[in-house]
Nanobody, 120 residues
Framework: QVQLVESGGGLVQAGGSLRLSCAASLSIGSFNVMDWYRQALGKQRELVATITRDGSTNYADSAKGRFTISRDNAKNTVYLQMNSLKPEDTAVYYC??????????????WGQGTQVTVSS
C-alpha cells in the first residue's frame, strides 16, 4: 500500500555531487519522519539524514556540512543532496518513511535502494 522509489544514484568522482530522490505513493505529510540510510558492503546499515513532517532535520556526523535533506510536498518527494562526495560515501542508499501513532508502534516503509559509488 505504501511505495517508496529511490533514484539518482550512480558513479561519481570524488569531490562531485549527486542528488538522490525518494518518491512516495502517499503525501509525504502522512509520514512523521523520513530518513535516508546507507549500507556499505560488509557494514551495518547506518542513518545518514532525517527530516520530520514539520521540517526539522538531523544528520550523521559524516554527512554534516556536505549533505542536505529536503522535500517537495507537491511532488511527494524527499531529496538528499550530496556534495563533496568521498569514496567512503560509497554504499546503497535507502529511503525510509515512518508513520507513528499514539497507540501503536511505528510503521516503517523502505525503498529498494539506489547505488552510489564514489571513485578516488
Amino acid at each position: 500500500q505504501v511505495q517508496l522509489v529511490e533514484s539518482g544514484g550512480g558513479l561519481v568522482q570524488a569531490g562531485g555531487s549527486l542528488r538522490l530522490s525518494c518518491a512516495a505513493s502517499l503525501s509525504i505529510g502522512s509520514f512523521n519522519v523520513m530518513d535516508w540510510y546507507r549500507q556499505a558492503l560488509g557494514k551495518q546499515r547506518e542513518l545518514v539524514a532525517t527530516i520530520t513532517r514539520d521540517g526539522s532535520t538531523n544528520y550523521a556526523d559524516s554527512a554534516k556540512g556536505r549533505f542536505t535533506i529536503s522535500r517537495d510536498n507537491a511532488k511527494n518527494t524527499v531529496y538528499l543532496q550530496m556534495n563533496s562526495l568521498k569514496p567512503e560515501d560509497t554504499a546503497v542508499y535507502y529511503c525510509r518513511s515512518t508513520i507513528a501513532t499514539v497507540i501503536s508502534s511505528p510503521r516503517y516503509y523502505w525503498g529498494q535502494g539506489t547505488q552510489v559509488t564514489v571513485s578516488s
